[in-house]
């Protein structure tokens, strides 16, 4: 069943970079998953021109039976405001993987949201995220992981890494742990930057274009959110739908 939030402010913490004035005509509604014990389960999620409006959000609500796993994999690469948001509850043993990627440039704004709850012993996580933005585009990330007191033998991991591709542009990373237990592995990153200049000499030295160096290294910089999705062909999908974004910037 789903139920539907009432109108958020960035007075929330978690819409505190959204573009809340353009969610008057859209639906908050969550979508309710459930993996069972022992079971498996993957999205898929792409925003591209293809399929997309001006605003998009999804908003995902999981909860993963013990020994189970869940899989997200997406990529926001359209909509001048999408979000995807996501609540993950873990059982026992359960585990929750994802990867993100949003890319964007003009005044777009594009982000994940994701609250991961350890609600069992001996549950895993890890999420890896990816943001590559130019003109005045912003990308964000923002990731609660909070671990109940009985929750022992946790391991849980955020990795947020951002690329500014021109001055003007943004990406803001909130990562939030709420820890309860105490015999835990948690740990999150995030970390923003530009193209790496002396790889860009090193490629032109050896006859790249300008154009394609930094394709290559944005190629490589991405990939790295898509390094757990085993389907290769799913893979291929996601990482084409973020570069051909680029191939129009460039």
């Known amino acids: 069943m789903s139920d539907v939030a009432t109108l958020p402010t960035r007075k929330d913490e978690a819409w505190r970079y959204a573009a809340v004035d353009r969610l008057r005509n859209s639906d908050l509604a969550w979508r309710q998953i459930d993996v069972a014990a022992g079971e498996s389960a993957r999205e898929l999620l792409l ?3 293809e399929n997309s409006c001006e605003t998009e959000v999804t908003r995902l609500r999981v909860t993963v039976g013990e020994g189970a796993r869940f899989e997200l994999f997406g990529v926001i690469a359209s909509a001048d405001y999408a979000r995807v948001e996501v609540e993950v509850t873990l059982g026992r043993g359960a585990h929750f993987e994802m990867g993100g990627i949003t890319v964007g440039g003009r005044e777009t704004v594009r982000e994940f949201v994701t609250r991961t709850t350890h609600a069992e012993p001996d549950g895993t996580s890890n ?26 033998k946790t391991d849980a991991a955020q990795d947020f890494k951002g690329l500014l591709l021109e001055k003007g542009a943004s990406v803001n990373a909130v990562p939030q742990l709420e820890i309860f237990a105490d015999d835990v592995k948690c740990a999150h990153g995030a ?3 530009q ?5 860009r000499f090193y490629m032109a030295a050896r006859g790249l274009t300008p154009e394609l160096s930094r394709r290559l290294l944005v190629q490589a910089f991405i990939g790295d959110a898509l390094v757990s999705l085993d389907d290769e062909e ?7 739908a973020a570069l051909d974004k680029l191939d129009k910037h460039l």
């Open 195 to 199: 193209l790496d200049e002396s790889a």
């Open 127 to 152: 999420q890896t995220v990816r943001a590559v933005h130019w003109g005045k585009g912003t990308g964000n990330f923002l990731g609660s992981i909070d671990v109940v007191r009985h929750a022992q």
């Open 191 to 193: 970390t923003v930057g």
């Open 47 to 49: 925003v591209t021109d």
């Open 234 to 240: 799913a893979q291929e999908r996601l990482l084409q």
